[in-house]
């Protein structure tokens, strides 16, 4: 009777031993989960700046899309209004009326040569000779008749024109009064890279209108007629051509300096509307992904295990 007494007590206190351990281990192990869990619930409940910063990439590519889309329907509408243009037929330039910017016209006169301006200096890729350095030649035009003048843009001429007067003359073909066909140009907008012009020593750099008029000593609202040609070969390439056009290209002739715009050049763009169009589509998929990155980041932060200091009692519990 005592040994079965005896067994039945030592059964009892090996099972409360048991469950006193379990317990332990319980208790600890969730003290481990509280220490991973409760970070994670504090940062989804209160984000702090630091959290809306994860946004800011995303901002930043929604803002470049926008920029992008900006960009497509401003030469959108600019391509729109230089192809009416150019479809309308010539007007005279002293005619009456003002012109407008891009209207096509036509002015009569003779070329003032001695007066020529140079703007410049501007790379061009020539058939045959690769790219060159160059100017624009700017010539002022007089109509005896009427008494009235112009500027024209005749278009590119290689350094070696630069102030000599006779090469613009002998370009002209005559001294006498020629007809030119244009459109009205207005001033270029330069880059924060380009310098700025000076008119005391006659270096222009871009296209103002209003200096390039005072300079050859005309007033400040003188038009300025941009010429064009219809000469295939004064198409500018805006893109890499393949090497079986450009040895076509090579093996054409010369074309006739000064190298005038090519109408085709006023409806194209290094970077047409299409590409704007691609490049938004880029910038909106970067700001729809950034943002769900940084959303996710933020309502599910990734998780930092650490054990709590209870390595001794872990160590005794894996022990028994």
């Not at 590519?61 to 889309?69: E, I, N, R, S, V």
């Not at 243009?85 to 036509?106: H, I």
């Amino acid at each position: 009777m005592f040994r079965q007494v005896l067994r039945r007590f030592s059964n009892r206190a090996f099972f409360a031993s048991s469950l006193g351990e379990t317990a332990s281990a319980t208790s600890i192990a969730g003290q481990a989960v509280y220490s991973t869990a409760a970070p994670s619930a504090e940062a989804a409940a209160k984000p702090g700046l630091t959290s809306l910063a994860l946004f800011v990439p995303s901002v930043v590519c929604g803002c470049l899309a926008y920029w992008q889309f900006e960009r497509k329907e401003w030469k959108e509408n600019l391509i729109k209004l230089r192809s009416e243009m150019l479809s309308n037929p010539a007007r005279d330039l002293f005619g009456p009326g003002d012109p407008q910017t891009y209207e096509k016209v036509t002015v009569s006169g003779v070329l003032l040569h001695d007066k020529s301006l140079f703007v410049g200096p501007r790379p061009r890729s020539i058939p045959g000779m690769g790219i060159q350095s160059g100017y624009l030649v700017v010539t002022p035009i007089y109509d005896s008749k009427r008494n009235a003048v112009a500027l024209v843009n005749r278009g590119w001429a290689p350094n070696s024109w630069l102030g000599d007067s006779g090469a613009l003359s002998r370009s002209a073909g005559t001294t006498g009064p020629v007809t030119l066909t244009g459109v009205v140009q207005p001033n270029e907008e330069p880059s924060a890279a380009m310098p700025d012009n000076n008119l005391d020593k006659l270096e222009f750099h871009w296209v103002d209108v209003p200096a390039l008029a005072r300079a050859c000593g005309l007033p400040p609202d003188t038009p300025l007629v941009q010429q064009l040609s219809d000469d295939p070969s004064t198409i500018q390439q805006g893109k890499a051509a393949s090497p079986l056009e450009a040895s076509r290209k090579a093996a054409g002739p010369l074309p006739t300096f000064p190298v005038a715009k090519n109408s085709a050049d006023l409806t194209r763009f290094v970077t047409m509307p299409s590409d704007h169009l691609i490049y938004a589509g880029i910038w909106s998929s970067l700001c729809v992904i950034l943002g769900f990155m940084a959303r996710h980041a933020i309502v599910h932060p990734p998780k930092r295990f650490k054990i709590v200091n209870n390595q001794q009692l872990w160590s005794s519990v894996n022990k028994q």
